[in-house]
């Protein structure tokens, strides 16, 4: 019984999300909004300070929000200044999330550098990004061949970070039933299944976790060695 329902809610999210990123993408920013009590982007920062490089991908890229705050916001490299052009790269399948995020990134004066890909066959050379960063994403790390692209065209000392594992703390009662949802979809936490692909990879990994009273997210840190082994 726990197989045939395990089954059927996988069956059931990947048809839903299929969709929440396709002929429903125009309502991502709202309900990504609504479901975290307005945390969602907030959360997505959360991996800015772990940045490392110039070269930067984002892996399944959605509205482009990050895209967006990527530019905005100073890194911790020196090489990662305010308003570097050409540094910030975007991947995602949905022909619907690029023409989003396309149109934003232009009404904000950006120029887009996107790509529609799948994470199993990355259209970059070997080494050609010093970070890659990836936000509430389906559950790429359960893919090998996933794992060993973004392994490849990751430099050597190059950063994989993932946020993921949001939740609201306050109010309490509202909080505990968005992360009852947050549940049934798997974002709740950044379990050992997750690390231990990166890790067989060669990859050092680790979680940390930032916040407030208000809210918490998790962000998987995978670092690759300096010798690129």
């Not at 199993?120 to 090998?144: I, K, Q, Y």
Request: hydrophobic fraction near 45%.
């Amino acid at each position: 019984m726990r197989d045939r329902s395990s089954r059927w809610r996988a069956r059931f999210l990947r048809f839903a999300f299929h969709h929440f990123y396709n002929s429903f993408a125009w309502s991502y920013d709202a309900v990504s909004t609504a479901v975290s009590l307005g945390h969602w982007r907030e959360w997505s920062r959360a991996a800015i300070p772990y940045l490392r490089g110039r070269r930067v991908l984002e892996i399944a890229f959605g509205t482009g929000n990050l895209q967006l705050d990527m530019r905005l916001t100073p890194g911790p490299s020196p090489m990662l200044g305010k308003g570097e052009k050409d540094c910030f790269f975007g991947l995602d399948l949905s022909p619907d999330m690029a023409r989003i995020a396309a149109r934003k990134l232009r009404r904000a004066g950006a120029v887009p550098s996107l790509v529609r890909g799948n994470v199993l066959d990355l259209p970059f050379a070997e080494g050609a990004f010093d970070s890659l960063v990836l936000t509430f994403p389906p559950n790429f790390l359960a893919a090998p061949q996933a794992v060993s692209e973004m392994r490849r065209v990751l430099a050597g000392g190059g950063r994989l970070i993932m946020v993921d594992a949001g939740w609201v703390r306050k109010p309490a009662l509202v909080g505990a039933l968005i992360n009852l949802a947050f549940r049934f979809t798997g974002s709740v936490d950044i379990r050992a299944d997750r690390l231990e692909p990166l890790r067989a990879a060669g990859f050092a990994a680790q979680v940390v976790e930032q916040g407030d009273t208000h809210s918490t997210v998790q962000v998987l840190i995978a670092e690759k060695s300096p010798s690129g082994g």
